[in-house]
């Protein structure tokens, strides 16, 4: 086994093929080996070339920034659900929360779409406000039975579509009944009208971007 | 797909569209189409969030789906459209280029929709004009539908009950991007005949492809012959060339080894085509303002070697900035002669040896250049074998294009560090801005509205101009990385088209 080192190393860099074939004389100083990978910012030999300025430049860019800008406030832009507060404030149940995962906040055309993307709410009305309550009453316990019920709830919707969806795939050529949407959900039923409350908090942290457009 | 172009649409799905669809798009782009419940477990997220991203990423054809024969539905994202929100701003400028503001803003809707039935996107541009010019808005744009439209009827299923169904109801429309790229390449094309010629050879050409539009294939090599009668009276309101002048012109342009136009009979005054295939020709030498030398050894209607002109001068523009004019001189040789060896290189170039040297290694390390071995005996004994120095266009169109995607990514990721990093400096320059334009509503007295901006002070005015010039260059960089993008892409595409 050691005699299979023999023989390698003894003149300088022995290779495979003929190095004069390729350029490299006798005698002549090759580049140092190398060590280390290269640097991660290696220095530029020249300066490159400046940007192309002009009209159409200037235009571009600005077309795209505001392109990034108006993309940020469509409803294609799927924010996660807004962060739990650590306390629980009065002023929450007065605020309109931005439509949680529950909602989709356009209307995209169903018939382009496959069915099982479409998100089931429930249905607000005057004669099921009780499924509400509960979750206006849980407000005030602790965080963690919150946590609890809330996990429970997404089940609970989780496996109504998941049947709804089984039912459908049964019933095929039926009409069906199309749950509808309701996107007024989120409106709480209360006396004062929730775009004149302003709890001052909008300059804080936790605001977002444009805190000088209205919250609706 | 590479881990560049993976990398890249990450970062625009985020910056367009939030973190969740990003993730959703992420997990379909990395291991393939895949139904809803795989891509719920994925992605960790939540089902609902999972849909309300599928929805939104079908709304703008960035994915699409299809129903299995067992009943499933399988989503799949396209990587190559995704690529393209970066070249949105382009499209816009084009339309506005092509058809003013109503055609940059009806360009604009349905990029930032995805697709919209026309009733829609024409009441937005409407609304759009008439909120910036008084008394201009019109509702009916017939212009722009034709060129970009693509329709999709669709059967109606039910009358869903509401109130007004419009009367295009289910009827939607989308950018036609494939169709900008011809223009695109249409474009380069006048820009190579205006700077290898001048600028009424390239009207001359322009009229011709602007005839030929509508009745030449997207695909197809040649436009129609058009006869030199034709384009005479085609020829833009402000050109006063006479007809003799016109067919001196048309002659040149035949003449030339460009070939980028044809004659091909010669009834109605001599009819011509133009080589559409030579419209890969292009000055892309974005980074030169002296016009590019493009070298052609035979007549361009023949597809594959038109592009080649185009990836080339491309190539060779790289060489040139990053290693100098003598590097790029050997890089031209060997494109011109295909394989070399290393005297020859250093004869015909007219280098010294060490310096010949030294650069074709500098390039073989960098990919741009390669050996061949060619033995001469059986045994490729390495004392019997050449080795020639050559340019494989082909990987290294590959290897520069991957190289753009990566730009690219770098550009925009450097780009949201900076906004992280004065994210304070600018949330409260935004506050300042509110207040600002709140007290000169309620009209305000100028010590007032001094003080106001005061709350910002010297050094943190710099820091926001610093922050706005970095930012305007990296975003004008990321468009510019696209052009080149764009022509790689070309050539690579068409290159794998041929049989």
């Not at chain 2, 468009?479 to 790689?488: A, G, H, R």
Request: with cysteine.
């Amino acid at each position: 086994l050691s005699m299979a080192g023999r023989g390698r190393g003894r003149g300088r860099g022995q290779m495979t093929f003929n190095v004069e074939a390729v350029g490299i004389g006798k005698g002549d100083a090759l580049p140092p080996p190398t060590l280390q990978p290269s640097p991660l910012f290696p220095a530029l030999e020249r300066r490159a070339v400046p940007l192309p300025g002009g009209e159409e430049g200037e235009y571009m860019l600005a077309l795209k920034q505001e392109l990034r800008r108006a993309m940020r406030g469509l409803p294609y832009f799927v924010k996660p659900g807004a962060p739990r507060r650590d306390i629980e404030r009065y002023s929450d149940k007065y605020q309109l929360s931005s439509p949680t995962d529950n909602a989709i906040d356009w209307n995209p055309d169903w018939r382009r779409l496959p069915r099982e993307l479409k998100i089931r709410v429930r249905r607000l009305k005057k004669g099921r406000t009780t499924p509400l309550v509960p979750k206006q009453r849980v407000a005030l316990d602790k965080e963690e039975t919150i946590k609890k019920l809330e996990s429970l709830e997404k089940k609970e919707e989780e496996v109504t579509s998941e049947e709804e969806e089984e039912k459908e795939e049964e019933e095929e050529g039926k009409e069906e009944e199309e749950e509808e949407y309701d996107e007024e959900e989120h409106e709480e039923e209360t006396d004062y009208v929730l775009s004149y409350f302003d709890n001052g908090e909008s300059f804080g942290p936790d605001s977002d971007d444009n805190g000088d457009e209205a919250v609706y | 797909m590479t881990q560049a172009e993976l990398r890249l649409c990450s970062l625009l799905l985020q910056e367009h569209f939030g973190e969740i669809v990003e993730k959703v798009g992420n997990s379909l782009l990395r291991t393939g189409p895949r139904p809803l419940r795989l891509l719920v477990g994925d992605t960790g997220l939540l089902p609902d969030q999972v849909k309300k991203a599928l929805c939104v990423l079908i709304q703008h054809s960035l994915v699409r789906y299809e129903v299995q024969p067992r009943g499933s539905v399988e989503y799949e994202a396209r990587s190559e459209r995704i690529l393209r929100i970066l070249r949105y701003p382009r499209y816009i400028y084009t339309a506005k280029t092509l058809y003013g503001d109503p055609g940059e803003l009806l360009v604009e809707e349905l990029l930032l929709h995805g697709h919209l039935p026309m009733s829609c996107a024409v009441a937005r541009v409407a609304d759009r004009l008439t909120e910036t010019m008084e008394g201009k808005g019109k509702r009916r744009h017939s212009c722009d539908e034709e060129e970009e439209g693509e329709s999709k009827a669709k059967r109606q299923k039910k009358e869903g009950g509401s109130s007004e169904t419009p009367p295009d109801d289910g009827i939607y429309w989308q950018v036609n991007l494939e169709r900008f790229h011809q223009h695109f390449r249409a474009q380069a094309l006048v820009s190579a005949v205006a700077s290898r010629m001048d600028q009424t050879s390239s009207e001359v050409v322009r009229t011709m492809l602007r005839m030929s539009e509508v009745t030449t294939a997207s695909g197809a090599s040649h436009t129609q012959p058009l006869s030199s009668n034709e384009i005479f009276r085609s020829l833009p309101a402000g050109y006063n060339i006479g007809k003799q002048v016109l067919d001196q012109y048309l002659a040149l342009l035949a003449d030339d080894p460009l070939e980028f136009v044809g004659k091909s009979g010669d009834s109605g005054g001599g009819t011509y085509t133009v080589s559409i295939l030579c419209e890969e020709l292009g000055v892309l030498n974005q980074k030169h303002s002296q016009p590019l030398e493009l070298s052609f050894t035979s007549a361009p209607t023949d597809l594959h070697k038109a592009l080649v002109s185009l990836a080339t001068a491309t190539l060779e523009s790289i060489v040139e900035e990053s290693f100098g004019s003598r590097c790029a001189r050997i890089f031209r040789l060997l494109l011109r002669k295909k394989h070399l060896e290393q005297k020859q290189v250093e004869d015909f170039a007219m280098i010294p040896a060490k310096e010949a040297k030294d650069m074709l290694y500098r390039m073989l390390s960098e990919n741009l250049v390669s050996l061949q071995e060619i033995p001469k005996t059986p045994d490729h004994a390495p004392s019997r074998t050449f080795y020639l120095y050559t340019v494989n266009v082909m990987a290294a169109a590959r290897m520069l294009l991957h190289r753009c995607y990566k730009s690219v990514a770098n550009l925009m990721e450097r780009r949201q560090h900076e906004m992280r990093e004065n994210k304070r400096l600018l949330e409260k320059s935004q506050r300042v801005e509110a207040i600002l334009a709140s007290m000169q509503a309620t009209g305000a007295e100028a010590a007032q509205l001094h003080e106001v901006e005061e709350m910002i002070t010297g050094p943190e005015r710099q820091q926001l101009e610093n922050l706005k010039r970095n930012v305007n260059k990296i975003d004008a960089s990321e468009n510019q990385v696209d052009e080149t993008i764009f022509v790689l892409e070309s050539f690579i595409e068409s290159t794998m088209k041929r049989p």
